[in-house]
């Protein structure tokens, strides 16, 4: 889901970089309202915390859920401001500390003792989630965290703008830049990949036929693939096609809906506001193959919910979990489709989702089956900033690409080190 479209941030990076601020305790203790008053239920008091998504229904879709569980009280804190990870962790690093929250899959959260083991809900329904969300969540055959959504994210095109300029929906990164050049016109640039081109960094690495680490936790993106798909994207950033300055970042369907571009990349969130928005003048495709060597790829990023491990109440937030993200299939189906298309994890669910089952919802749904990635737990924040620099270098800056990649390398190596010894 969409963060809330006036935030003109990339929330999944700055949340990942929040999470590396947190790891070193570099951040405040926030304010000391807990939340934590309210409630239906009999007994505990849980705090839950989420960011503001965009789309409406969400808050009270969340709140909704809450109100029905009566083993405990469980109060919502909704941030609504840009800065939810910073509010999380510095909350995380208090006695006001939420007992569960949202958030990604990320190594340290683990290493540090800061989320909860959650195998023994997991266990019993694992072969019911998709496996890749289970491996996401895996350090040690232990299970960190319950997937509540997959987010597919693609390429959006105007199927009307592609048929007056001539063009076939692309299959390799060669034929999306010269569709770029034919569908930029005075008012319209070709294609859109967010104003800093950070949402495509991971989808560059597929689709080049390379992966960010190996088995192994060994580097595996210093390739000649990804070396010619950095000098591609330098011709595509200088060639006056892309869309940059974009009034909303790419998570955002903005500027795809109001005709400022062709092309855009962005999530299957997006659906039903452009569905809205255009009829159905509009397909999806996978960010393209780079190399004969590479296949297209798309990145499936999403959210899970997370027990705080330090909290006087792990054994009731864990069953506040077990009860709404493993037997509440209801709720479940709804948090994923009522408000923007996202893929339940649960298999279960995901056959019975009808709002998925036909259309450009139905397309999405085979890309992920297809094409999907799923992001590597034991690629930190550290390692993700190191490879942003990559593309700020050698991408809009023109620095030789295996010179920008060796920087990349000495950076990787030493927080794997850290990590893995």
């Not at 990942?16 to 305790?25: K, S, T």
């Not at 941030?79 to 569960?100: H, R």
């Not at 040690?140 to 105007?158: C, L, N």
């Not at 056959?351 to 998925?356: E, T, W």
């Amino acid at each position: 889901m969409s963060a809330s479209s006036n935030m003109n941030w990339d929330r999944r990076n700055v949340l990942r970089a929040a999470m590396g601020l947190a790891a070193v305790g570099g951040l405040a203790a926030c304010g000391g309202n807990t939340g934590r008053s309210g409630g239906s239920g009999s007994g505990t008091n849980l705090t839950q915390m989420f960011h503001a998504y965009g789309e409406a229904g969400t808050e009270q879709a969340i709140k909704r859920y809450a109100k029905a569980y009566k083993d405990a009280n469980v109060t919502t804190q909704w941030i609504t401001s840009s800065d939810f990870e910073s509010k999380l962790f510095s909350a995380l690093l208090t006695k006001n500390a939420p007992d569960l929250f949202e958030f990604h899959p990320q190594i340290q959260m683990v290493k540090s003792g800061q989320v909860a083991d959650l195998t023994d809900l997991v266990d019993p329904v694992k072969d019911d989630f998709n496996p890749a969300d289970i491996k996401s969540h895996t350090v040690d055959g232990k299970i960190y965290g319950v997937r509540m959504i997959d987010d597919p994210q693609f390429f959006f095109y105007r199927k009307s703008m592609l048929e007056k300029a001539k063009v076939e929906v692309p299959t390799t990164l060669d034929e999306l830049m010269e569709a770029a050049a034919k569908l930029t016109t005075g008012k319209v640039k070709g294609l859109y990949m967010g104003n800093d081109l950070h949402s495509v960094n991971d989808t560059l690495i597929w689709s080049s036929g390379a992966q960010h680490l190996n088995e192994k936790n060994e580097i595996a993106y210093h390739t000649d693939g990804v070396i010619e798909g950095l000098k591609k994207m330098r011709q595509l950033f200088t060639s006056g096609d892309l869309l940059l300055g974009a009034p909303t970042e790419s998570w955002d369907p903005s500027s795809f809906n109001q005709g400022l571009c062709a092309i855009q990349f962005c999530g299957m969130w997006a659906m039903p506001a452009i569905q809205d928005a255009l009829g159905d003048d509009w397909g999806v495709f996978p960010f393209p193959k780079v190399t004969d060597s590479g296949k297209p790829s798309v990145y499936n990023g999403g959210w899970s919910m997370f027990v705080n491990a330090k909290s006087k109440n792990v054994d009731a937030a864990k069953e506040y979990v077990k009860w709404l993200w493993i037997d509440q299939a209801e709720y479940q189906e709804d948090w994923a489709t009522s408000y923007g298309f996202h893929i339940p994890p649960r298999t279960s669910i995901a056959a019975k989702a009808d709002k998925l089952k036909s259309g450009n919802a139905a397309e999405g749904v085979k890309l992920f089956n297809e094409f999907g990635h799923f992001d590597n737990i034991g690629w930190t924040q550290a390692m993700r900033t190191a490879f942003e620099d990559v593309f700020a270098n050698c991408v809009r800056k023109n620095m030789d690409p295996e010179k920008a990649l060796d920087r990349c390398d000495t950076a990787v190596n030493r927080e794997l080190k850290k990590l893995f010894g």
